[in-house]
Nanobody, 112 residues
């Protein structure tokens, strides 16, 4: 079973960029589909993006064209490149194995 650890969050100004990382420990990383979710204060956790074992991707409408999900199987790591950030992107970002395994989350705050 995978264990997932996110990093790369922080405070950024509107219009800025961040790259999140999700490092996995465990075997057979390459066979897993992986996803990013986020949860803003007072809101339910929502889907952001996913990447399959074959590299196919899908995005929530709210981030399409601004965020890019990718993976490096050699490093057991998934990434989320976030561009043109706005305050509505402020949330705790979680990675998920498209099942029951979640990371601890990393805070992203977009504010001037």
């Amino acid at each position: 079973q995978l264990q997932l650890v996110e990093s790369g969050g922080g405070l950024v100004r509107p219009g800025g960029s961040l790259r999140l990382s999700c490092e996995a420990s465990g075997s057979f990383f390459s066979i897993y589909g992986l996803a990013w979710y986020r949860q803003a204060p007072g809101k339910q956790r929502e889907f952001v993006a996913l990447i399959t074992s074959g590299g196919s991707t899908d995005y929530a409408a709210s981030v399409k064209g601004r965020f890019t999900i990718s993976r490096d199987n050699g490093k057991n790591t998934m990434y989320l490149q976030m561009n043109s950030l706005n305050p509505e992107d402020t949330a705790v970002y979680y990675c998920n194995d498209m099942g029951y395994v979640w990371g601890q989350g990393t805070q992203v705050t977009v504010s001037s």
